[in-house]
């Protein structure tokens, strides 16, 4: 991929961040069943407070804004939020912050006021303060003078079911030689486990697979909140959450509010389920075959054990908990699949052809030289969903595949293709026409058999 694609996906990346913030931020207030009244003291309030953006930095949004935010939402839905890749891009120059957190490393006590004087003394220019202080504070080059204090926790609990579903991982035992890993998202209200899966990696897909049964059978959450493992700050779950209008909170790093739950429940696990599974060091337990075995058994356990024994902190059974909220409303199918679809943008050629992941695909004529947003299933590219500005623009058809799955969907077990071989034994083909030729052979002088030999004459015999 040239510098100038890797910059275009940059600028792409980030208009996407941006859209996601924007959205998540606007949530609540764009609530079609808030009055107008409850929607302006959110606002105010949203306006008053400080917000943290796709950099890292702390910033302040005017009512005017995301009062025009909530209008584009409405209008446009997610795709309005998302800025065009060239208003995206950052208007300070990537040198000038480079120097400015240099100057900043060689002496840790200059301010942002100092290293702004000293970029005007050396480039004739230099951005604002404020700038430059959002930028220490991002990379981590505020020097900090006071003492740390220990920060406390206090106890937290949502109002009700749905409300704060609360998602992590879990390293497990080895099944056939192979770690597992338990993705497992719990109700905080409740306590109950709306949704787990146990898989072979710690990934997108193993993540989808416990997370979209969990919608579809339980409904969808307010919030849902995890920590910034690579699985969960990926893309695709930051889409998936946009297109069902849920609100993903990511932990900041360090700080470990609200995740006590389902850490508490993890240590249910390992003390409860994984240590009546037979390790490889030779521990006694019952011997799990694969992974299928391994979720049918904790499936059991959950709802058998788990859901129905009374919670020591809420007084009743997980299950009950979550079930005197029900009923919840769920997605339906065709929202439930558009959501945990995956995208990528891509610009059509001159020849009226994307590329993807080393696929080549024909789309409409008339979108060459336009960017394009293609639509899929990560375990089938051979169908792909156009789209231009959010809105539908046919199909891409095939036109030379080399790969059916995208790069980061892994099945579970890999598909270990056999040998190619013909079945042709030579050697043994040469030694079985061999025996065939000896066996077939003339024997010619068995055609041609010897002449009597003469008789001897009495006088010889005599002699």
Not at 170 to 188: E, W
Request: net charge positive; hydrophobic share 40%; aromatic share 8%.
């Amino acid at each position: 991929m040239s510098k100038h694609d890797n910059e275009q996906t940059a600028r792409l990346e980030r208009a996407r961040q941006i859209g996601l913030f924007r959205y998540m931020l606007i949530r609540e207030a764009a609530d079609a069943s808030l009055t107008g009244r409850q929607r302006g003291a959110l606002v105010r309030k949203l306006a008053a407070d400080e917000h943290t953006d796709p950099d890292g930095r702390r910033v302040r949004i005017s009512r005017w804004t995301l009062d025009r935010w909530i209008l584009e939402w409405r209008q446009g839905g997610f795709d309005a939020l998302v800025p065009s890749p060239r208003q995206a891009q950052p208007r300070t120059p990537s040198e000038v912050f480079e120097l400015a957190s240099a100057l900043k490393k060689e002496n840790p006590e200059r301010t942002a006021a100092q290293v702004r004087r000293i970029l005007k003394a050396q480039l004739g220019w230099a951005p604002d303060e404020r700038t430059l202080q959002r930028m220490f504070h991002r990379t981590g080059l505020v020097s900090l003078r006071a003492p740390k204090q220990t920060a406390v926790f206090g106890r937290f609990e949502a109002d009700r079911p749905n409300e704060l579903w609360t998602g992590d991982a879990l390293h497990g035992p080895r099944i056939d030689g192979r770690k597992t890993y338990l993705f497992a998202f719990i109700d905080d209200h409740s306590r109950a486990v709306v949704g787990h899966r146990w898989g072979f990696a710690e990934d997108t897909v193993r993540l989808a697979a416990a997370l979209r049964p969990a919608l579809a059978a339980r409904g969808v959450p307010q919030y849902i909140y995890v920590d910034n493992g690579s699985a969960f700050v990926d893309s695709w779950l930051l889409r998936a959450c946009a297109k069902l209008g849920i609100k993903l909170v990511h932990s900041a790093p360090g700080r470990p509010e609200g995740r006590g739950k389902i850490e508490r429940f993890f240590r249910t696990v390992n003390g409860e389920f994984t240590v009546e599974i037979a390790s490889e060091h030779g521990e006694v337990g019952r011997e799990i075959k694969d992974l299928a075995e391994m979720n049918r058994l904790f499936t059991a356990w959950v709802e058998q054990v788990y859901h129905r024994r009374e919670h020591s902190e809420t007084q009743a059974a997980p299950l009950a908990r979550w079930m005197a909220g029900a009923p919840f409303p769920v997605p339906s199918a065709s929202d439930l699949a558009e959501a945990f679809r995956w995208s990528e943008h891509r610009n059509v050629a001159k020849t009226g052809t994307v590329s993807l992941h080393g696929n080549r695909y024909q789309v409409d004529p008339q979108l060459v030289g336009r960017k394009v947003e293609l639509v899929f299933d990560p375990f089938d590219l051979t169908f792909l969903q156009v789209r231009v500005d959010g809105q539908d623009a046919g199909t891409a058809l095939p036109f030379q595949i080399s790969r059916n799955s995208h790069p980061k969907a892994r099945p579970e077990i890999p598909t270990e293709l056999p040998k190619p071989t013909t079945g042709i034994d030579y050697l043994g083909l040469i030694d079985r026409a061999h025996a065939t030729d000896l066996s077939n052979k003339v024997n010619y002088a068995a055609l041609h058999p010897e002449p009597a030999r003469p008789a001897r004459s009495a006088s010889l015999t005599e002699g």
